[in-house]
């Protein structure tokens, strides 16, 4: 199908391929993007995002917009996160030259993606004596790759990352197994490939994913906002830049802060990588008790009132999806996930 500048086609198992019309800019594209997304969703949730993005810049990016879960998103976090892992490979397959590697996911499948970058996940090759005596061992690679691809945005949209509890076959819980390295999959390893990571979190008016676990905070972590003055921006209420914590919460504070033994344990394994965080809020608007949807902006009729695609295809997007070498732009406070915000 033809959109203008954007040509789409769809795939044989599920999910949609979107790139530039032009044939020379498809070709050179070389940064894959893979957008996932929730349950009960499909793969035409994300094409007007997909869409966008390939009109601001149609020789850099090639979007696959998932859909090997739709009516299947009740199978479980794993087994979708399964068939997720093998639909990337059969697009890497059939689209030679490319080189990055980028994933968006919109609630459960931020889960679903997180799962399947521990089956892509390949470490990197040993570093020789030379590169470490030149000083060239800090190179691009040097944390792994993802389906043989350069790790660049890993990009969760009111993601309950702190929000599975079940139990199965008598293992621990699965999002509890994602907070590390095992025998199944290399799951922090491989999050932690990505050079950068970022979750946009409402803080009200989402019924189905709460503020706390889309942001992987504690309560006492959950920062102060107000009305953004942002005229571009309007719903951005704040931003803050997490850095790395190794530490672990002392004990007593869990009952303080609310949180199960099971969910201090997803903060501190989570915390072990750098977060972006963007903290988001409708209330202005009209569409405020859709919040879980409409930060997504599934439509041109949505766009004005969402915040993803402007924040990322404007501040965001030119400047760090494509290079990723830094934080978001306008941050309002830092964090240390081991003492909350300062």
């Not at 202005?284 to 295809?313: C, P, T």
Request: aromatic fraction near 8%.
């Amino acid at each position: 199908m033809e959109n203008g500048a954007v040509c789409s086609t769809g795939t044989a198992n599920g999910g949609e391929d979107v790139y530039s019309c032009k044939e020379s800019d498809a070709f050179s594209a070389d940064h894959l993007v893979v957008m996932v997304h929730g349950i009960l969703g499909s793969a035409s949730d994300w094409k007007f995002g997909a869409e966008q993005f390939i009109k601001r810049l149609p020789d850099k990016v090639y979007v696959h917009c998932s859909e090997r879960n739709m009516s299947l998103t009740l199978d479980g976090v794993d087994v979708m996160g399964e068939r997720l892992a093998d639909e990337v490979l059969e697009v890497i397959k059939r689209k030679p030259g490319l080189k990055k590697i980028s994933f968006v996911a919109h609630s459960v499948g931020g889960l679903v993606a997180r799962y399947a970058i521990g089956k892509l996940y390949k470490p990197p090759s040993r570093v020789s004596g030379d590169e470490i005596s030149s000083g060239n061992s800090c190179n691009d690679e040097s944390k792994g790759t993802i389906a043989d691809l350069q790790p660049i945005n890993f990009i969760t949209v009111a993601t309950p990352h702190l929000g599975s509890r079940d139990n199965d076959d008598e293992k621990p819980p699965l999002l509890r197994r994602m907070v590390d390295d095992n025998s199944e999959y290399p799951f922090m390893s491989a999050l932690r490939a990505f050079k950068r990571r970022v979750v946009y979190a409402n803080v009200d008016y989402d019924h189905i994913v709460g503020w706390r676990t889309s942001s992987i905070r504690r309560n006492s972590e959950l920062p102060k906002w107000e009305d953004s003055i942002d005229e571009k921006y309007p719903h951005i209420v704040y931003e803050e830049w997490c850095k790395v914590s190794e530490g672990k919460q002392c004990e007593s504070t869990t009952e303080n802060d609310g949180l199960d033994e099971l969910e201090e344990e997803l903060v501190n394994g989570l915390s072990r990588v750098a977060w972006e965080k963007v903290d988001v809020s409708f209330h202005n608007s009209r569409f405020r008790f859709a919040a879980h949807s409409v930060i997504q902006v599934k439509d041109s009729y949505m766009h004005s009132e969402g915040v993803f695609l402007g924040y990322e295809m404007n501040s965001g997007y030119s400047g760090h999806f494509l290079k990723a070498q830094s934080p978001i732009v306008r941050l309002r406070g830092e964090c240390d996930p081991a003492r909350g915000i300062r």
